[in-house]
């Protein structure tokens, strides 16, 4: 923990230097939401076994951090049934070393399935589902602080009943493999956090109306059945160009944490593709939107942790994205800090939200 003195003197060091590097060379955004009893940290991957720059921003800043894909099955089990698990050992044995809580990722999700699962007979299927928890929860035993047993479990365009998203796992069991795969991961890493995570919740539009009233169903009839259920993450990929209330938000989060299951922010960034070409502006914006956004959330007792998809818009999906699209194109700038690893006024902004929350 830090002293108040200093814990002040960092975040009024930005405003006073206007430099938002000022305060990351005093105290890093983790040891500042610890302060109000929240956890921070942010996705990281393979990058930190080759870049050096990466590994030394995510010590400074972070307190937990989640694999973004190399616990995911299809990058587990890309050609077939057997699995290689080198690359997430390396990425786990980091951490430990680090002293970062971790998290896992879609464990179980209907999207992105390796082609070969379709090959799969529906007796085949449902193996290879018990097969892939057991072996992936029980090689991580005790050392993971939460995982997202299922992720993204409702997709509503696509009209299935009850909105769930189409996918293997769907299609093997109908919607008892989230169930199905909660019990059994339970079985077998009984000190894990067992979490549903969700996107679209923060949006106020139909699709978000509707994933929030599904997911709210849903975590109330696991809760019912005594299903192992421990939290619920809502992603938080924000896009300031769609319908977005957050007063409606806090409302559909204190009713989950009513069902007595924790909550966390688990893959906040910001879409600034609607935002305008210049820098200062776009950053300003995008600013304004994690202070607004975090500042509602944060009221809620049961927000235990907030965790940013990356934390240098160098390694950010959108990034990706962006450079698939149109190579030399406009680099998106959706997270605290830049592609130099140097601070945004995001960041400032994220610290005066967790600054700002009574522990
Ligand atoms: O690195 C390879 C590159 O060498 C190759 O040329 C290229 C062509 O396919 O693929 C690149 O890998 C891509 C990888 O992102 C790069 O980081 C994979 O194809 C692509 O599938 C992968 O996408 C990931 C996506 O989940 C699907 O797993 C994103 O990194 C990751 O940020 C994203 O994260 C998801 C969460 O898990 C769930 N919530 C939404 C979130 C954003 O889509």
């Known amino acids: 923990m830090i002293d108040r003195r200093q814990l002040l003197g960092a975040l009024a060091a930005p405003l006073l230097t206007g430099d938002s590097n000022a305060r990351a060379q005093t105290i890093g955004l983790g040891a500042i939401a610890e302060q109000a009893g929240l956890l921070f940290g942010s996705a990281f991957d393979r990058e930190i076994l080759t870049d050096a720059d990466d590994r030394r921003l995510i010590a400074r800043e972070a307190h937990i951090v989640t694999t973004e894909n190399s616990l995911k099955f299809d990058w587990l089990r890309p050609n077939g049934p057997k699995a290689d698990f080198t690359i997430a050992d390396q990425l786990v044995d980091f951490a430990a070393r680090n002293r970062l809580k971790l998290r896992g990722t879609a464990l179980i999700w209907n999207d992105n399935p390796p082609p070969w699962l379709y090959r799969l007979s529906s007796i085949e299927m449902r193996k290879i589902f018990d097969q892939h928890i057991e072996e992936t929860l029980s090689r991580y035993s005790g050392r993971i602080h939460s995982w997202d047993i299922v992720n993204e479990p409702f997709y509503p365009p696509q009209g299935l009943t009850g909105g769930y998203r189409k996918g293997p796992w769907y299609t093997a069991f109908g919607d008892t493999y989230i169930d199905r795969a909660f019990r059994r991961a339970a079985a077998a890493d009984p000190k894990t956090r067992l979490t549903l995570n969700e996107a679209f919740c923060e949006q106020d539009d139909a699709l978000g109306r509707s994933v929030r009233a599904n997911l709210l169903a849903l975590v109330e009839r696991l809760k019912t059945d005594g299903v192992p259920l421990h939290a619920i993450g809502l992603q938080g990929h924000l896009k300031p ?11 559909f989060l204190s009713k989950l944490a009513s069902f007595g299951v924790d909550l966390f922010i688990t893959e906040l960034d910001i879409d600034d593709s609607a935002m305008p070409d210049d820098v200062a502006e776009r950053d300003r914006l995008i600013a304004r939107r994690y202070r607004d956004f975090l500042t509602s959330v944060l009221t809620v007792p049961a927000v235990k942790a907030v965790i940013t998809w990356q934390l240098s818009d160098r390694y950010s999906w959108y990034a990706d994205l962006a450079a698939r699209k149109a190579p030399a194109g406009r680099a998106p700038r ?26």
């Open 334 to 359: 959706p997270l605290p800090f830049d592609r130099d690893f140097k601070a945004k006024a995001a960041a400032d902004a994220i610290a005066l939200a967790f600054a700002g929350r009574k522990a």
């Open 241 to 251: 160009a769609l319908p977005f209330d957050d007063h409606a938000f806090v409302e």
